[in-house]
């Protein structure tokens, strides 16, 4: 990779250009230790500011719309002079080696508009863990003047919650459907929603979309009221017909200005960052203790007398921390 100063990508950020955003998600996704040196450095410098801008993640299953949903609003946000970053969490890309988020074609008008940005999720190793840069992506987004940052995720494995702790709205899309189908959703996803958007609400579906709303409605009526004051809202949408996005738009805005008022917005902002921060404390720690030779030749002694029922997992336990603690003495 071409090495840039410091000053190329603050200066790039600050005169909003997006081939030097670019390369400055490819430095702090790097795992060279110069260039995380140098990331640390630029993602210190640009610690505040982001707080005009709304973190919007969007998770449904493969097929219901995602990226045509993103593609229509996208355009519709820079129609209200808005500009627009997509970031993807792909929790397949590893699997299938190409991504089906990576693929930029699916929002080929979006990615033209230089209002927008769309990142295709890189294939690295450690997109769907703790160690994923999204969170550090989605602060170069708005150190280089994104307003609106979308965070897409298909909805497999816990890439919702990971999404989730690093937005400010979730929103849940799904397609019109029966009363069984509705119940398939996942009800921990459900609780996590601010917003569920039935997408595909056109054409035959129009009427089916309507009742899944009230079934819906229903449905989260039984749920226990959130501490925050926000009732999750449902909005229909059809983003072939280009319909429902003044609507889906409406409903971020008023839980922004809610969530303001309430002093909510920024305090999640907050606790997102420290429990990102001990997260990674967390994992850093654990990476730094298991490539320790002598530890892991401990942790697997012990682990073959847990195996074979020669020492309690108490015991063992013990014996590993008791290594620990000699090696940090
Ligand atoms: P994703 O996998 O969730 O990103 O879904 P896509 O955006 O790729 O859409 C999957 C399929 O659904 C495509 O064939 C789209 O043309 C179609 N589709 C997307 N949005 C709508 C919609 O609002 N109405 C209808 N009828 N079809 C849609």
Redesign the pocket.
């Known amino acids: 990779m071409k090495r840039f100063t410091l000053d190329y990508y603050l200066d790039g950020l600050r005169s909003k250009d997006t081939v030097v955003l670019a390369r400055a998600i490819t430095l702090v996704e790097s795992s060279r230790s110069t260039d995380q040196y140098l990331a640390d450095q630029l993602l210190n410098e640009i610690i505040n500011n982001n707080a005009q801008s709304i973190r919007i993640g969007i998770t449904?299953t493969?097929?219901?719309?995602?990226?045509?949903?993103i593609e229509g609003f996208g355009s519709f946000l820079i129609q209200q002079h808005k500009r627009v970053a997509v970031l993807a969490i792909d929790p397949t890309s590893q699997r299938t080696g190409g991504s089906i988020l990576g693929d930029k074609t699916?929002m080929e008008t979006l990615s033209k508009n230089p209002q927008a940005y769309i990142r295709p999720s890189s294939s690295g190793s450690t997109l769907g863990g703790v160690n994923n840069r999204t969170h550090e992506a989605i602060l170069l987004c708005e150190a280089a003047g994104f307003d609106v940052v979308i965070v897409e995720t298909v909805g497999v494995g816990q890439s919702e919650t990971l999404v989730n702790s690093m937005v400010d709205f979730f929103l849940l899309m799904i397609q019109p459907g029966s009363g069984d189908d509705l119940q398939g959703i996942k009800k921990g996803i459900m609780e996590m929603a601010h917003g569920i958007v039935i997408?595909?609400a056109?054409?035959d579906?129009a009427k089916l979309a309507k009742r899944s709303k009230s079934d819906l409605l229903n449905a989260l009526h039984l749920f226990a009221a959130s501490d925050t004051g926000w009732n999750t809202r449902v909005e229909l949408c059809?983003?072939?017909?280009k319909m429902g996005f003044a609507e889906v738009w409406e409903m971020i805005s008023e839980f922004r200005q809610q969530m303001f008022e309430n002093g909510l917005f920024l305090q999640n902002r907050i606790d997102q960052n420290l429990s990102w921060f001990e997260n990674r404390v967390n994992f850093g720690l654990m990476m730094q203790l298991t490539s320790d030779d002598r530890l892991s030749e401990v942790i697997e002694k012990t682990r073959g007398k847990v195996k074979s029922g020669e020492l309690s997992v108490s015991m063992a336990t013990t014996e590993v921390l008791d290594m620990v603690r000699q090696l940090l003495s």
């Not at 493969?62 to 949903?69: A, E, L």
């Not at 059809?238 to 017909?241: G, M």
Request: glycine share 22%.
């Open positions: 449904g493969p097929g219901v719309g995602k990226s045509s949903f699916r997408n595909k056109d054409g579906q059809s983003a072939l017909e």
